[in-house]
């Protein structure tokens, strides 16, 4: 079965970066792109973008732009997401998802990996 | 950008009653319409995909229906399990990007 293990809890200074990896098993990992959401404390879901890993290609919410990194590693079955120019309203759960194609609901979720930014 | 607006915010009901959300987009999104449940602490979890189609392992007792730009989740029965926020969800055309409703809690009388 499709199981995503999501690296550890992050604290951050603003201004910095942070990437946060899932890695994947159960299934062929360039068979399933990779979903990026998050949810700041209390708050609701906001999607983030997406990566095929197959070939590497992207896709970015327009409010992520330029600010968003999505990468893989095939032979490790990782996918990576980083965030740069951290700031406070960034602090969040940030969770990986992985769906059988583009169009795909989010049906297979990472346990999340906690965000902190402060100075 | 299309935006969801989910209503009411919170949801106050027994357990056994019925409960309905509802979903409503800024523009049509066909049927490609999702909904998912959220407990404390946990992932999101799929519980409807194309506005009426039950995920894998869902109960009856949650329907989904609606097209277009309204939508709604219905829990025919509430039971304890069920108390948790709600949230839909809705994709766009290439490029593939989604947007989430802001969740509608339903929570024990």
């Known amino acids: 079965q499709v199981q995503l293990v999501q690296s550890g809890a992050e604290v951050k200074k603003p201004g910095a970066s942070v990437k946060v990896s899932c890695k994947a098993s159960?299934?062929?990992?360039?068979?399933?792109?990779m979903h990026w959401v998050r949810q700041a404390p209390g708050q609701g879901l906001e999607w983030m973008g997406i990566?095929?890993?197959?070939?590497?290609?992207?896709s970015y919410a327009q409010k992520f732009q330029g600010r968003v990194t999505m990468t893989r590693d095939t032979s490790t079955s990782t996918v990576y997401m980083e965030l740069s120019s951290l700031r406070s309203e960034d602090t969040a759960v940030y969770y990986c998802?992985?769906?059988?194609?583009?169009?795909?609901?989010?049906?297979?979720w990472g346990q999340g990996t906690l965000v902190t930014v402060s100075s | 950008e299309i935006v969801l607006t989910q209503s009411p915010a919170t949801l106050s009901l027994s357990p056994g009653e019925r409960a309905t959300l509802s979903c409503r987009a800024s523009q049509s999104v066909s049927s490609y319409l999702a909904w998912y449940q959220q407990k404390p602490g946990q992932a999101p979890r799929l519980l409807i995909y194309d506005a009426s189609n039950r995920a894998t392992g869902i109960p009856a007792r949650f329907s989904g229906s609606g097209s277009g730009t309204d939508f709604t989740l219905t829990i025919s029965s509430l039971e304890p399990e069920d108390f948790a926020v709600y949230y839909c969800?809705?994709?766009?055309?290439?490029?593939?990007?989604?947007?989430f409703g802001q969740g509608t809690k339903v929570e024990i009388k």
């Open positions: 159960g299934y062929t990992f360039t068979s399933y792109y």
């Open positions: 990566i095929n890993p197959s070939g590497g290609s992207t």
């Open positions: 998802v992985a769906v059988a194609g583009p169009y795909e609901y989010f049906q297979h």
């Open positions: 969800q809705q994709r766009s055309n290439w490029p593939p990007q989604w947007t």
